[in-house]
């Protein structure tokens, strides 16, 4: 959970800085929303890619520690980089990394057999916390030393966080698992391995899970993928306050899913 938060200082205010880099260097409201649109597709593909990694491990937090340090090392650049194109193509290298952290966290925290359904819910509610919290102060943080340095000094910023969130890592106390296998010789199937055997998405109508959480993602991040910049140019917001005031989000966020642990135990997760 420690690590989960420190990293999500770094990883959260990634998407607002990048948003106002990108108009910093003359790229045009497509260019800042293709930011969004790449970090959504590169995670859709590599997500089950690093997911299917982490299973043959046996121990996945040793997995961590790689998908914590090469995107931070990638951080720098951002503040180097002065074309539009250039800036897009290296979020899909970070965001490749990136996606692969959430899965492989959500995986330890659930995988433990000695614990019924109930606990392992309350556990995911707080790693999800864990998530809100580390994004709400990744906006805060930002907020602050946005008054008194420039958007390119902001990623030196991102970059040492980002790395201090890999030493909770170490202290993660993990049992070796028994490593699954997958024997097709086909290289799509042993990354993607639902598709040779889509019945874990079949059972008990987890693809009505997925289709609701694509169409939720969908207008989520199609409001957030430009609203730094909305803030700043339509509303005459500072850089500072127009990434402050984004806090309410996560904020909200933590609010609500203490009270879903509460419900959770009443009515059920679904």
Known sequence: MLSITIRGIGF????????????????????????????????????????TISDRQKKRKYLLIPLIVI??????????????ILLILIRGTTSFFQSGFQPITLAMASEKNDKNLNTIS????????????????????????LISISIRESFIWLFIISLISVIPIFFIKE???????????????????????PKPI????????????FFRQMGTTGALASLTIFMKENIGMSNSLAVGITSINPISQIISQIFSILLIKKIGDK
Not at 181 to 187: A, F, G, P, V, Y
């Open 122 to 145: 309350k556990e995911l509610s707080f790693v999800n916390i864990s998530t809100s919290t580390g994004m709400f102060l990744s906006k805060i943080l930002l907020s602050i030393l």
């Open 175 to 197: 049992k070796e698992k028994k490593c699954t296998r997958n024997n097709s010789k086909n290289l799509i199937k042993k990354l993607f391995p639902i598709i040779e055997n």
């Open 71 to 84: 995107p931070s090392l990638i951080y720098p650049f951002f503040s180097i980089v002065s074309i539009p």
């Open 202 to 213: 079949k059972e008990n109508g987890m693809w009505a899970i997925y289709l609701s959480a």
């Open 12 to 51: 959260f205010a990634l998407a607002n800085i990048l948003q106002l880099r990108m108009r910093e260097i003359g790229g045009s409201l497509f260019m800042v929303n293709m930011l969004s649109t790449v970090n959504g597709f590169t995670q859709t593909i590599a997500t089950p890619v690093w997911g």
